[in-house]
């Protein structure tokens, strides 16, 4: 079964850090994207990061630039995000999610990866992250 799963989310306080785990499992994901989405209550979904193994890249939103990591690790099949510097707004519901054209994880062209029309392969269930102020 082709799956992702998230882990990792929790309550944390204002300035701190997290990391969020997503496992693949049936399938291999380093000739995908992976990309990283929350949800706040509300709110519409936001694409905030993606890599691609294949291609070299990554890429982030401006909202997470320089407080959020995204990385690899490919012998566990998984793909992290470190999470520093927290503040109440990144309060949401994290979701890992996959797709085919690994090259979309790019500065040019993640904004149809993050696009809300835009059908990714695999989606996680996701994981709530709370930031307390």
């Known amino acids: 079964e082709v799956q992702l799963v998230e882990s990792g989310g929790g309550l944390v306080q204002t300035g701190g850090s997290l990391r969020l785990s997503c496992a693949a499992s049936?399938?291999?994901?380093?000739?995908?994207?992976i990309a990283w989405f929350r949800q706040a209550p509300g709110k519409e979904r936001e694409g905030i990061s993606c890599i691609s193994t294949s291609a070299g890249t990554t890429y982030y939103a401006d909202s997470v630039k320089g407080r959020f990591t995204i990385f690899s690790d490919d012998a566990k099949n998984a793909v992290y995000l470190q999470m520093s510097d927290l503040e109440p707004e990144d309060t949401a519901v994290y979701y890992c999610?996959?797709?085919?054209?690994?090259?979309?994880?790019?500065?040019?062209?993640?904004?149809?990866?993050?696009?809300?029309?835009?059908?990714?392969?695999?989606w996680g269930k996701g994981t709530l992250v709370t930031v307390s102020s």
């Open positions: 049936g399938f291999t994901f380093d000739d995908y994207a």
């Open positions: 999610a996959a797709d085919r054209i690994s090259t979309y994880c790019s500065a040019t062209y993640a904004y149809v990866l993050f696009r809300r029309e835009y059908g990714m392969d695999v």
